[in-house]
């Protein structure tokens, strides 16, 4: 092992020398609403200091307070300056923080006396990948003393790296120790044990970190390494490098102690309770470690059901994205696999859709076993499609060596949806491309694709979903429903080369959890089920549930969708798939009665898991109301609406009834109203200390015509 370590005294007198002190004299901290009397140039400069990151930016961080000067408005190829008033120099050095681009008198922030360029620093970053991490930066101003001056922030470049981030700009007699400066660390380990483990702090500085075999960078991305003590470990998988030395490298500050304490198990460290941590979803997908979104490359095959998901091994929030991958027999038990897909120089991992390559379209298959084959972003510059393939059912994937398979289109197009159009034995993928825009591809082989047309779905934008289904279940009379990541879908006709909508768009779902959702490809025939998967997005505005769990957000339950034939026309149902029912253990089962207000036929129920099926008559009930461990699930029955948390739906009295069927969870309660006609999965932290049910009847007395109650086993035992 090699090291270049310093001492933790060090470490607390370096934290107290970045931080300015009453003798300092600030020039700068960019937290005001405006950029002051600071005078602005083109547009690159926003209006306005940035609250951070920018709109497609990867994510910035190390500056101080909510602020900073960020010239990536407008992308990369926007320029201007920013120049500060005159001051004068009054203390020996000029501090700041810096970032973004490196190109020397073009990303940069210049100190001019009498209008020349006497000190001038850039950012560190000239390729693509790179770090939005600012570092401090010191100058000795000493033989400036006295002297009137200007700061002027530049950004004269366009393309990768075209812009330059600055923060915090003091005049300081306290010189910055030298050995706080970041630089290359780098430490050696002989690979014995499965597990890297690498302590996180959500909120770190962010540090790249490289892992290199043989010189060779294997495997890179951004994390928050935990100085002291961590909120949880984050793991690299380390068999592929089993009995090698590899070398993990980062730029980290002088005094960092962060490579030091990375470790190697034989388990997961930390991971002694692993699945029931107190918020763990117990039947909703997550992720044994790091941040999921978008299920991705939902494919049946040979018994398995395949979940892959945008995910980021290394941090509580998103970012470097790589397909994670889970397989499940049933849709219910899931068991995590290694990572599919690993962010390559093409782009990070953004989503996409898997098929079975039952007829060797592409000719990835060897032996008998056909291909498996992904389509992903890759979100490089620019955005572009490529394929990857499994020859041993989705164990293992290599990338096309030819990628990307469709270039660049528009903006940041994304999120291939493919599906086998047995017609005329193709393949038509549907892609994202910018605002509400969508087109439709073909493609013999899976790596040459011809445009057929442009859908447009208002209200709506990324991840595609294009499928055919039968109407009322009938195989002779289908639509086509096309749909993006809010689930506002158009109902149409397909005929391989058009898709025509007839009706739309509407809302599948009327929850607050619910987004960038897949359905199966290659469900079998004999089985038949449009089977969906949504990703159950926890908003930043919503209460962080998974706080402190080494692991956040959460895929919804599977869903059995259907076309049917309403009043109001042809409209999509959701229901939960029948395969959660074996989670069901102990059932209450509540006589039918009159409910008077006041009344509670489900007092003495405790539970945290449960699976509810009611069928209510309100009657002279105005509301029939469960409260399910604290949270409502009111039905108003003069509206006719449902609902849950502030999210509302229609849910109309058939003969004078609902139907009802709730599925509680340690985070959410999934609702499904007359039988999929109103779909609202709620994303909520449940009170860990009430664990009670209620029924009550509000205006008069309703009738309780069925409900049971049943408590779930944890999809984990
Ligand atoms: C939707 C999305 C996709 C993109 C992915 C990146 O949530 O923004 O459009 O491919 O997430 O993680």
Known sequence: MKWIAFSAALLAQS?????????????????????????????AFGAAPA?????????????????????????????GTLTSPIFKIERRYLQFFIGGGGWEDKTCINLLIDGKVVRSATGPNMQSGGSEQLEPKQWDVSEFLNRDAVIQIVDQASGTWGHINVDEIVQTDREMAS???????????????PYLNFPVKTGAPKRRVSVLVNGNVEREFEIELAEGAPDWWAFLDATPFHGKSITLKAKLPGSSHALESITQSKTIEGSEDLYHESRRPQFHFTSRRGWLNDPNGLVF??????????????????????????????????????????????GTMYSGSAIVDWNNTAGFQQGDEPALVAMFTAAGKPFTQGLAFSNDRGRTWTKYEKNPVLPHIAAENRDPKVIWYAPEKKWVMALYLDHSDYALFASRDLKHWEKLCDVTIPGDSECPEFFEIPVDGNSQNTRWIFYGASGRYLIGRFDGKKFTPEAGPFELQHGNCWYASQTFNDIPPRDGRRI????????????????????????????????????????????????????????????????????NPLAGIEGELFDIVAELAPGDATQMEFKLRGIDVTYDAVKEEISCQGRTAALKLVDGKIRLRMLVDHTSIDIFGNDGTAYLPIGIALPAGNKLLQISAIGGAGQVQLLKVYELNSSWE
């Open 15 to 43: 934290l107290c020398l970045a931080r300015a002190e009453s003798s300092d004299v600030k020039i700068a901290d960019f937290e005001g609403a405006s950029y002051g009397n600071w005078q602005t140039t083109g547009t």
């Open 179 to 193: 050995w706080l400066a970041p630089r290359e660390m780098a430490r050696e380990i002989e690979i014995e044990k």
């Open 301 to 346: 095959y040979r018994g398995e059901y395949h979940l892959f998901y945008q995910h980021n091994p290394y941090g509580w929030n998103w970012g470097n994205m790589h397909w994670g991958h889970a397989v499940s027999k049933d849709l219910v038990h899931w068991k995590e696999l290694p990572i599919a897909l690993y962010p390559d120089e093409h």
């Open 51 to 79: 609250r951070g990151t920018l709109s497609h930016q990867m994510s910035v961080d190390g500056f101080k307070g909510h602020g900073l000067v960020n010239s990536y408005h407008g992308g990369d190829d926007a320029m």
């Open 532 to 599: 969906l998967i949504p990703w159950g997005r926890m908003t930043e505005r919503d209460v962080p549930f998974h706080q402190g769990m080494p692991f956040n957000q959460m895929m919804g339950i599977p869903v059995e969708l259907a076309l049917r034939t309403t009043d109001e026309g042809l409209r999509l149902v959701a229901n939960p798939v029948e395969e959660l029912e074996s989670l069901r253990k102990a059932v209450h089962e509540i006589k039918p009665q009159t409910l008077n207000p006041g009344e």
